[in-house]
């Protein structure tokens, strides 16, 4: 009578070659992975770059003009503007919301919109002598020079032109242009945002 017992055979495991075969196409596929990563990074870093240029500078001519909304006069008694010009405007504010009314000036320089505090001390307070602590709004400003920065209107909504009399102005648009390179697409951003002075009155 025949024997017909069966034998188990143990797995076989990866042969050598095998192993050597797979190490080098999964190195090969962790190659080209990279390189589309770095390419991926290579092509839009500019892209990322202006795209955080532009959330910033909203960010900064927002808080901004929320200030110039509240406008109001001097701790020493000074009109709530008190110069302005196609790039910067200078005003007072009670930033920090403790009763204290610090002066703010705006301005550009060279492709920066800079914003500048100045906190008055004494008694009676004064501006006079103190530090104007100054922190960065908006980086790659690129308005030319048919779009001001800032314009100013009166009551009626009329654009003042210059010499503007700070007492007739009502209200104020900043119009702010960013472009990390102008010889480099994606193309200029620009935010325009204005501000109805809301504390003006008679001068105490």
């Not at 095998?18 to 999964?26: C, D, F, G, K, S």
Request: zero cysteines; hydrophobic letters at 40%; a neutral charge.
């Amino acid at each position: 009578m025949k024997n017909n017992t069966h034998y188990m055979h143990a797995p076989r495991g990866f042969t050598l070659i095998e192993m050597l075969v797979t190490i080098a196409i999964t190195a090969v596929v962790m190659t080209a992975l990279t390189f589309l990563i770095q390419y991926f990074y290579r092509t839009n870093t500019y892209v990322f770059e202006q795209t955080a240029a532009v959330e910033n500078a909203r960010n900064g001519v927002l808080t901004a003009m929320r200030y110039l909304r509240e406008a109001s006069y001097g701790a020493d008694g000074s009109y709530p503007i008190t110069s302005v010009a196609t790039s910067s405007v200078e005003f007072y504010v009670d930033i920090q919301g403790n009763g204290i009314v610090d002066r703010v000036h705006l301005y550009r320089l060279g492709t920066t919109l800079y914003q500048g505090v100045t906190v008055p001390v004494g008694n009676p307070l004064s501006y006079v002598g103190q530090p104007e602590a100054t922190t960065t709004l908006a980086t790659y400003v690129r308005n030319s020079t048919s779009t001001p920065i800032f314009r100013y209107y009166d009551a009626k909504g009329n654009e003042l032109t210059p010499p503007i009399t700070v007492a007739n102005i009502a209200s104020v648009n900043t119009t702010v242009t960013v472009n990390l390179n102008p010889a480099r697409a994606p193309e200029d951003f620009t935010l325009s945002v204005g501000a109805t002075l809301r504390n003006l009155r008679a001068a105490p």
